[in-house]
Structures are given as structure tokens and as C-alpha cells.
């Protein structure tokens, strides 16, 4: 169903985002995964089992930070990358209509940034940590079901990578604050020069697979095969999850790693939205698998370990496909 509320402009169009129900039979939700990430490396997520308490829990304690004072949230930044930031994304100039927390995703790490986010750091780290259990557990279901779905012998395989002890997941929470709407936006709201504006610019997702909720404000659109961009309906029941680059590199291309991006918040309400991007240790090593290649078929990727492609991520602007970097040919 497409959104009835989206902003479609003449490059952007409505389009079915495939929808994985996760209480219908192994065999279907196998399938279908892998379809939609074939097809598009991007589907919906419904009944995902993430309890509603967890998720609130979480964006209420995120609410309480981003409500602070400016001094007070600059305590918990630079984002260096990790910490609060304002606009400025990564290390190399991208900026955003945004302000957010980048957090590593381990409990030790949690708790020594949640010193300089919350006044209750305890309850701060507890609420992250749950989360961040819940949707690791999520992400090494999905990994599995793709597993079945590829029909591989070991279907542990992705998921083994992002449940090892060492993976390098991290959390990150956006905030699109909302705007105050002048008489002018009454008339015209979606003619009017504030629409259109970029909040986190196009790209794909370093990682293997990114689970992102958001609460009910759009922006969020996705860049289909044809270079069109399509908005994403939010819905704060559902959780959407992006292919990344590494699972592109590991299904020797076969998996879109979808480029992405969130547009200006233009709703009075602000947006937020929590994305947990799953990735393997810093020393595991990211190839195409040989089950993925056809006999013959050519290897499109150097192997290269996580820490290789982070380097590379981080050296590179937000839009810049990192990807190519380790073509064969
Ligand atoms: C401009 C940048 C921000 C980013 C690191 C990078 O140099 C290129 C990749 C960016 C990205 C996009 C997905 C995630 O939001 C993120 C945390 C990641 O792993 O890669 C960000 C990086 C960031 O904001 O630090
Ligand atoms: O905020 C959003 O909805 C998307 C943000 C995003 O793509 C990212 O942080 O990598
Ligand atoms: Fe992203």
C-alpha cells in the first residue's frame, strides 16, 4: 500500500515495499527475504516480536536527551564517531538537518557513554542494552531465515558474524526536529520552498544489515534500480531493514545494498528514528561465499577484513560508493 501521506514530487514515486510477516511459516519468510533483498535490499518487518515497551522505553529516554539544552547535549559530543552530533555527519564535511547519538553497541560502552546522555545513566545503559539485545536477536533471525532461504549448508553463516562477541554493531539515534509552519504552509504545504530539503543525504549502509525504526513522521525514501526515489510510509509498529554493503560483497552482488536517504523533517512534530547497524568484528573477513557463485562465475569483490572497509567508509563522503573501491575488475 502506498503511503498516503508521503510527498511524491515528479523523481519520486509510491511503490509496494515488500512486507515479511515473521509469524507466517519458515519456508514462506524465507523465501520472500530473499526476494526483497534481491529485488530491492529493503523490506518491512510486522510481527517482529520487539516488545512495544522496549522500543517506547528507549525512545522515551532518547526524547528526554534530545530535549536538553544545547551545552547540555554538547557534554555527550563530538561525535568522533561515536557521541552526540549536530549536523555534521562523519569526518569529512556531509551535513544534515539532524542532530543524533552514535553509540557502540556493547554493554561496557553503553554505560560509559551514558554518563554524558542521561542524569540516570544506569537506567539510560539498561534501556539501550535491552534494546540492543532485542534487535541483535532480530537481525540473527532475519540472517538465518536468509541462510534458508539461499538453501546454504551452514545457515548460521551471517548471523554468526554479528553474534560473535567482538561484532562491531553500533546504535544510532536520528532527530529531525519539527518546524513551526507559518500561514504560508497552510495554503500550500507541499509546494512550499522548505519541502524538498535533505536531512540525511543519500548512501548505502557500510555494515550487513541495518534494523530501523521510526516514529510515525516520514522522510525516509529509498532509490530504486531506476535511480527514482520512493517514500517510505513510517510506521512505528514495523521495523524496515536495509542490506548493506557487506551482504552485497558476500552474495557476489546478488543482494542490493539500497541507497537511502531521510528528507528535512516539514511535519511540526519532530522525527526520530533508531537504526541498529549490524556488523561483523573488526577482523572478520568480508567475501562473496562460494555457495553464492554460479560454476565459473567470477568473484566481483577483493576480500577484504571489516576494518579494511570501515577505513575506507570513513575515508570517503557520505554519497561515495565504497563499494567500487573493491571491485575485482
Ligand atoms: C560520511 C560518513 C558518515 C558515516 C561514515 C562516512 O564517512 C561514510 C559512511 C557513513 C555511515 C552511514 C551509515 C551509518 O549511519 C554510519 C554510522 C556508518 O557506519 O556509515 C555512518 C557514518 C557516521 O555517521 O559516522
Ligand atoms: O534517519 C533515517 O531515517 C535514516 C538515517 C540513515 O540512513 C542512517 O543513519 O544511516
Ligand atoms: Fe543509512
Same mark, same amino acid.
Given at each position: $500500500?502506498?503511503?498516503?501521506?508521503? $510527498?511524491?514530487?515528479?523523481?519520486?514515486?509510491?511503490?509496494?515495499?515488500?512486507?515479511?510477516?515473521?509469524?507466517?511459516?519458515?519456508?514462506?519468510?524465507?523465501?520472500?527475504?530473499?526476494?526483497?533483498?534481491?529485488?530491492?535490499?529493503?523490506?518491512?518487518?510486522?510481527?517482529?516480536g520487539v516488545s512495544d515497551d522496549a522500543i517506547a522505553r528507549l525512545e522515551t529516554q532518547a526524547f528526554d536527551f534530545f530535549q536538553k539544552t544545547t551545552p547540555e547535549k554538547h557534554r555527550a559530543g563530538?561525535?568522533?564517531?561515536?557521541?552526540?552530533g549536530c549536523k555534521s555527519i562523519?569526518?569529512?564535511g556531509d551535513l544534515g538537518d539532524l542532530e543524533y547519538l552514535l553509540l557502540r553497541s556493547d554493554p561496557t560502552s553503553i554505560f560509559e557513554s551514558s554518563a554524558s546522555i542521561s542524569n540516570d545513566s544506569f537506567t539510560f545503559s539498561y534501556v539501550v542494552n535491552e534494546y540492543v539485545k532485542s534487535v541483535r536477536k532480530l537481525g540473527c533471525e532475519i540472517l538465518d531465515l536468509v541462510g534458508e532461504g539461499l538453501w546454504l549448508p551452514n545457515k548460521?553463516?551471517?548471523?554468526?558474524?554479528?553474534?560473535?562477541?567482538?561484532?562491531?554493531?553500533?546504535?544510532?539515534?536520528n532527530y529531525y526536529p519539527g518546524v513551526k509552519h507559518t500561514e504560508? %504552509?497552510?495554503?500550500?504545504?507541499?509546494?512550499?520552498?522548505?519541502?524538498?530539503?535533505?536531512?540525511?543525504?543519500?548512501?548505502?549502509?557500510?555494515?550487513? =544489515?541495518?534494523i530501523l525504526r521510526s516514529n510515525d513522521v516520514d522522510g525516509l525514501q529509498i532509490s530504486l534500480q531506476d535511480g527514482i526515489w520512493a517514500p517510505v510510509c513510517p510506521d512505528p509498529f514495523?521495523?524496515?531493514? =536495509?542490506?548493506?554493503?557487506?551482504?552485497?560483497? $558476500?552474495?557476489?552482488?546478488?543482494?542490493?545494498?539500497?541507497?537511502?536517504?531521510?528528507?528535512?523533517?516539514?511535519?511540526?512534530?519532530?522525527?526520530?528514528?533508531? $537504526?541498529?547497524?549490524?556488523?561483523?568484528?573488526?577482523?572478520? %573477513?568480508?567475501?562473496?561465499?562460494?555457495?553464492?557463485? =554460479?560454476?565459473n562465475e567470477q568473484s566481483l569483490y577483493k576480500p577484504f577484513t571489516w576494518a579494511?572497509?570501515?577505513?575506507?567508509?570513513?575515508?570517503?563522503?557520505l554519497a561515495d560508493s565504497r563499494l567500487d573501491l573493491f571491485k575485482t575488475s
Amino acid at each position: $500500500m502506498p503511503c498516503p501521506t508521503a $510527498m511524491r514530487t515528479k523523481k519520486t514515486k509510491a511503490v509496494g515495499i515488500p512486507t515479511i510477516d515473521l509469524s507466517q511459516s519458515r519456508a514462506t519468510t524465507s523465501k520472500s527475504i530473499v526476494e526483497a533483498c534481491q529485488d530491492f535490499g529493503f523490506f518491512k518487518l510486522i510481527n517482529h516480536g520487539v516488545s512495544d515497551d522496549a522500543i517506547a522505553r528507549l525512545e522515551t529516554q532518547a526524547f528526554d536527551f534530545f530535549q536538553k539544552t544545547t551545552p547540555e547535549k554538547h557534554r555527550a559530543g563530538p561525535a568522533n564517531p561515536f557521541g552526540y552530533g549536530c549536523k555534521s555527519i562523519g569526518p569529512n564535511g556531509d551535513l544534515g538537518d539532524l542532530e543524533y547519538l552514535l553509540l557502540r553497541s556493547d554493554p561496557t560502552s553503553i554505560f560509559e557513554s551514558s554518563a554524558s546522555i542521561s542524569n540516570d545513566s544506569f537506567t539510560f545503559s539498561y534501556v539501550v542494552n535491552e534494546y540492543v539485545k532485542s534487535v541483535r536477536k532480530l537481525g540473527c533471525e532475519i540472517l538465518d531465515l536468509v541462510g534458508e532461504g539461499l538453501w546454504l549448508p551452514n545457515k548460521y553463516v551471517f548471523s554468526n558474524l554479528i553474534r560473535d562477541v567482538h561484532n562491531d554493531s553500533v546504535l544510532r539515534i536520528n532527530y529531525y526536529p519539527g518546524v513551526k509552519h507559518t500561514e504560508n %504552509w497552510e495554503f500550500s504545504p507541499k509546494s512550499h520552498p522548505s519541502n524538498n530539503r535533505i536531512g540525511f543525504g543519500e548512501h548505502s549502509d557500510p555494515q550487513i =544489515l541495518t534494523i530501523l525504526r521510526s516514529n510515525d513522521v516520514d522522510g525516509l525514501q529509498i532509490s530504486l534500480q531506476d535511480g527514482i526515489w520512493a517514500p517510505v510510509c513510517p510506521d512505528p509498529f514495523a521495523f524496515y531493514v =536495509l542490506i548493506g554493503d557487506a551482504f552485497k560483497a $558476500m552474495t557476489n552482488g546478488r543482494f542490493v545494498s539500497v541507497r537511502h536517504r531521510a528528507m528535512a523533517n516539514n511535519s511540526k512534530n519532530p522525527r526520530m528514528s533508531i $537504526m541498529y547497524f549490524g556488523a561483523p568484528p573488526l577482523n572478520a %573477513w568480508i567475501a562473496p561465499l562460494s555457495e553464492m557463485m =554460479l560454476p565459473n562465475e567470477q568473484s566481483l569483490y577483493k576480500p577484504f577484513t571489516w576494518a579494511q572497509y570501515k577505513k575506507a567508509a570513513y575515508s570517503l563522503r557520505l554519497a561515495d560508493s565504497r563499494l567500487d573501491l573493491f571491485k575485482t575488475s
